[in-house]
């Protein structure tokens, strides 16, 4: 029997993925999001008003979401850590200007989406943003020679969890609660 339960939000599986975009003050900058879904070449995401990704989102009016694979967690952990500074020189993340957005494309992401918003909602704190889907951008080797993609060949992280215990979960039986990847990164900080 199902029972109802009491939480501030689930997650009930969304894959994390970096947004990239320009920004006023630093150039270029990213941070952690795990709010998304798309359909066709439309893609929406969520992030907090407060945010400074919306601030430069909604003044640039394009972004990239740059997939990464378990190699680039901790950097993707840290990249939502940080808030309203410089993120992309300071977690050493190599990128090139997007030729159609001029958002960053993070070199280290084998799936990229290059994005033009269309528009934002904004509604009890959350910007949710519109876009349409420019170009898909994949790593070689995810592509078949008919440049269909490999599914098998990818595995992103999945954010799940309740306003108790939040998780990262694969396409695998693994689950690696967060606290691994925040004392991680911590430790990384603090030698900084």
């Not at 020679?145 to 694969?170: T, W």
């Amino acid at each position: 029997m199902k029972q109802s339960f009491e939480t501030s939000k689930l997650y009930y599986g969304f894959p994390i993925f970096i947004l990239g975009y320009q920004d006023q003050t630093h150039g270029y900058n990213v941070t952690t999001c795990s709010s998304s879904y798309s359909l066709g070449d439309w893609l929406v995401i969520g992030v907090g008003s407060e945010e400074n990704a919306a601030d430069q989102i909604k003044h640039y009016q394009k972004f990239t979401v740059n997939i990464p694979d378990e190699s680039l967690m901790l950097e993707m952990e840290q990249a939502g850590f940080i808030s309203h500074r410089e993120k992309i020189d300071k977690l050493g993340l190599d990128f090139r200007p997007s030729e159609l957005t001029q958002a960053p494309i993070l070199d280290a992401c084998p799936v990229v989406l290059d994005c033009k918003v269309d528009r934002i909602i904004e509604e009890d704190g959350i910007c949710h943003i519109f876009a349409k889907i420019l170009d898909r951008l994949a790593e070689s080797d995810l592509l078949d020679d008919r440049e269909h993609f490999k599914n098998d060949r990818f595995a992103p992280a999945y954010f799940m969890g309740d306003g108790h215990k939040r998780v990262y979960r694969y396409l695998d039986d693994r689950i690696d609660p967060m606290g691994s990847f925040i004392k991680k990164a911590r430790k990384k900080n603090d030698k900084s």
